[in-house]
């Protein structure tokens, strides 16, 4: 069983909440949890770039000289890769990177994400994360007191939290996600896991699934 402690918005430790890593896959499987981040990144990409072929920069079709009889190398027109100017042999061309690994993986990368984080101490457990008022100042406060002010941080709650999510959008290293939707990209991309307990207890419950 894992001990993570569990603090209040003042930064005071309240309690601690035991965990099984069991609920969350029971072990860390390296090559799992890479292959579904390369997953993630690739599904991100553009993929706009293009090249001009050949056939596509401008430019006359015609041999630039006869084949023979004048002493130079052979040579086709303007417009080969091998010329300053011309096209670009092999060169990429827009396409779509996006693929999809099997759902049951890509569940299992995330509760092992969520687990890594559990044992090499970069989690922790706070009672509440309820905003009175929409202000940055709110989220660096609670931060501050959890000295977590000057690190990358994944707030998870327990479901969409407008007040939190609009207080923390000026916080470029400060994610807030619900509990349903965190994976494993977005979980070991930020350095440190902040949950709620009603988050995880959502997420102890999804373990079945």
Do not use: W
Not at 94 to 116: C, G, I, N
């Amino acid at each position: 069983m894992l001990t993570v402690n569990v603090f209040n918005k003042q930064g005071e430790q309240v309690g601690s909440e035991s965990i099984n890593p069991a609920d969350f896959g029971g072990e860390v499987k390296k090559q799992l949890l890479h292959d579904v981040v390369i997953m993630h990144l690739a599904n991100q990409r553009a993929g706009t770039h293009s090249t001009l072929r050949r056939g596509e920069v401008a430019g006359s079709t015609k041999k630039l000289f006869r084949q023979k009889g004048t002493g130079n190398a052979r040579v086709g027109n303007k417009r080969t890769n091998k010329r300053r100017g011309g096209g670009t042999a092999k060169g990429p061309k827009p396409r779509d990177y996006e693929y999809h690994l099997p759902k049951k993986a890509v569940r299992a990368a995330t509760r092992m994400a969520l687990l890594s984080k559990f044992q090499d101490n970069e989690a922790l457990i706070i009672d509440d994360l309820t905003l009175t008022e929409i202000k940055t100042k709110g989220i660096l406060t609670i931060l501050k007191a959890l000295k977590l002010d000057e690190t990358t941080c994944l707030l998870g709650v327990s479901g969409p939290n407008k007040q939190l999510y609009l207080s923390a959008r000026n916080l470029s290293g400060v994610k807030v996600l619900p509990a349903s939707e965190l994976n494993a990209y977005t979980v070991l991309r930020q350095k440190r896991l902040v949950l709620t307990k009603a988050a995880l207890e959502e997420l102890k419950k999804k373990k079945a699934n």
